[in-house]
């Protein structure tokens, strides 16, 4: 099934939710002439389209912001991309199909992945307490503190909220390190393992962990061990560098002046 995003540049549409509406939506005058890159086709797999035969869509997550690169495949090989709208709004640039993207929170599952994959090279266990790898690692709650693993800090049960609007939304000077402790030291606000919090830091101390354990760090992890094997030789790990690419997409306006707090946490925000 292809993802469904929610599309409003200038035309107030919905995009398709179903294959059925998909053909009818990517031959419609609105895909064809709206703003936005010339599209990309592999002209026999077009030609044989049917919604029938795309195995899914993928659409970059910059909708909202009135701009997304479209990719349709099937068994593997991309048939149709196309960018939508202005990767740059104030200078007029188009998204291309090669226009770059920040996936934000999706560079979570790139971080468990990365952090599975060390368990299965022996690096890591997902049991490890994270003070095996961060010596400075240590929760408020004694209780928590004795038992917390990797695996807690994963899936959001450390007893720990956000806080993000309190530390690194507020602060640009706060490295890495003093991001995850300020984090660290704030008092629970539900029992340990009792609740689903969502926490980008507890994240971003994962990714410290994962570069630890590799002699690395988590970017170069992610770059070695998932982008390189992969081939995504445009893909990256910081909003400064995709900013900055020649084909970047620029950063909404709420993000612009934080640009490098979020580079701080990198292992939950930055591919």
């Not at 939506?25 to 990309?40: E, H, V």
């Not at 299965?120 to 400075?136: C, I, N, Q, V």
């Not at 928590?144 to 994963?154: E, F, I, R």
Request: charged content about 25%; aromatic content about 8%.
């Amino acid at each position: 099934m292809p993802s469904g995003v929610s599309w409003a540049a200038a035309h107030d549409q919905t995009f398709p939710r179903d294959l059925n509406s998909l053909q009818k939506y990517l031959a419609s005058p609105m895909y064809l002439t709206c703003p936005g890159d010339d599209a990309k086709t592999e002209e026999t797999e077009w030609t044989n389209f049917r919604p029938s035969n795309v195995s899914y869509v993928m659409v970059s997550p910059g909708a909202k912001d009135n701009r997304l690169n479209l990719v349709v495949v099937n068994d593997d090989r991309m048939i149709r991309t196309k960018g939508f709208g202005y990767r740059d709004i104030e200078k007029r640039l188009l998204v291309t199909s090669d226009s770059l993207f920040g996936i934000g929170s999706c560079t979570k599952a790139f971080t468990s992945a990365a952090a599975v994959m060390s368990a299965e090279a022996g690096k890591l266990s997902l049991d490890d307490s994270p003070r095996t790898f961060l010596p400075y690692f240590r929760l408020a709650d004694p209780a928590a503190d004795a038992q917390v693993t990797l695996k807690d800090l994963l899936t959001h049960r450390t007893g720990l909220t956000a806080y993000d609007d309190e530390v690194w939304h507020q602060n640009d000077k706060l490295s890495r390190e003093e991001v995850i402790k300020a984090v660290m030291s704030k008092p629970a606000t539900a029992r340990f393992r009792t609740a689903f919090q969502y926490n980008n830091v507890m994240y971003s101390a994962v990714g410290e962990c994962i570069g630890r354990a590799n002699d690395s760090t988590w970017e170069g992890v992610i770059s070695n061990s998932i982008f390189k094997p992969l081939g995504m030789k445009a893909s990256n790990t910081s909003l400064l560098e995709m900013r900055d690419a020649p084909d970047g997409v620029s950063l909404p306006k709420k993000l612009r002046d934080p640009v490098r707090r979020i580079d701080e946490i990198v292992s939950s925000q930055t591919v």
